[in-house]
């Protein structure tokens, strides 16, 4: 994942754990960070990540993020706790649309997935294979 993309997405996480009320501490930011790095696919294993990193967090605030980012939508472990939007993704919205207009259009994940399926048909792209994941949140057409 690149950087800029993989900023972007840490940056909307952090903002929507701050509309709910969470102070944003250094080992909040680490496990975030930890879990943006996509090698860890279990709480333990980021647990013992995150402690390599900082020996002072404990298994429980593991635990507390994971759950807050679950209850963000962040994150789905389904989805093995990787962070990105796809069809069964549980954000609000998983796409908001800014028009010339000033017209803005919030499209709700299925209906997303659907025009981005399609759009991808249309242009050749999928050629018979389906969307896995769309790292969706934070991106910024213009």
Do not use: W
Not at 45 to 50: D, V
Not at 57 to 82: F, P, Q
Not at 100 to 124: A, M, R, W, Y
Request: net charge positive; hydrophobic share 35%.
């Amino acid at each position: 994942m690149s950087y800029m993309k993989q900023g972007m997405q840490k940056e909307l996480i952090v903002q929507r754990l701050r509309d709910r009320g969470l102070r944003i501490t250094k080992q909040r930011l680490l496990l975030i960070d930890v879990i943006l790095e996509g090698n860890c696919s279990s709480c333990k294993e980021i647990f013992y990540e995150a402690s390599r990193q900082d020996q002072t967090i404990g298994t429980a605030t593991v635990y507390r993020m994971i759950n807050a980012l679950e209850e963000i939508g962040a994150i789905s472990r389904k989805n093995m706790y990787k962070m990105a939007c796809c069809e069964e993704c549980s954000f609000d919205y998983a796409c908001t649309i800014e028009l010339d207009d000033n017209t803005v259009i919030e499209l709700p994940e299925n209906h997303f997935s659907q025009i981005l399926k399609k759009g991808l048909e249309e242009c050749g792209y999928l050629k018979g294979r389906k969307i896995r994941s769309v790292i969706a949140p934070g991106c910024v057409i213009k």
